[in-house]
């Protein structure tokens, strides 16, 4: 299956067979059920890392789109999760479904020079220190110095937690 390009209220939707891809806003204007259809290879990856806003009802879609794929025996991978995303997983743990987190965006801030930034953060060559709630070490691309994450752990780390 080729791509093709959905627009959902204030979201835009690429898909493939293999591939989802939203920028945009996820909201009440944002139906996502419709997007887990029988036409999904059985390992899904949904980038997000386009979406800018989120309120409660579309992370209620986004929840009900996450369930359905996993009762249709699809196993989703996230990539490049937006920061406003990742931050809504760690507050309600139904977020991230039964999905695995490949990478997410996290505020950084410097003290050195004040930049900001969300850099994007593999989970993989990570996976131990973001389990202990300990951030990546980011550096600073305006000074070099080194980056402290921007907010408490737990609104980034709190869904990477092993029970």
Not at 18 to 44: E, M, N
Not at 99 to 118: K, M, T
């Amino acid at each position: 299956m080729s791509s093709s390009t959905l627009q959902l209220g204030r979201l835009t939707v690429t898909r493939s067979a293999s591939r989802l891809v939203l920028a945009g806003r996820l909201d009440d204007a944002a139906p996502l059920s419709g997007l887990a259809t029988t036409d999904l290879d059985r390992h899904l990856v949904i980038d997000t890392g386009g979406i800018s806003f989120v309120n409660s009802i579309g992370i209620r879609e986004w929840m009900r789109l996450l369930r359905t794929l996993h009762e249709a025996g699809i196993q989703v991978a996230l990539e490049n999760v937006a920061d406003v995303l990742i931050t809504q997983m760690n507050m309600i743990p139904d977020a991230s479904g039964h999905a695995e987190i490949r990478s997410f965006h996290a505020l950084y801030a410097c003290e050195a020079c004040g930049a900001e930034s969300s850099p994007l953060i593999e989970v993989a060559p990570h996976r131990a220190e973001l389990a202990a709630m300990r951030p990546p070490s980011v550096k600073c691309d305006e000074c070099g110095g080194k980056m402290d994450l921007g907010d408490y752990p737990e609104r980034y780390l709190s869904v990477f937690r092993k029970p």
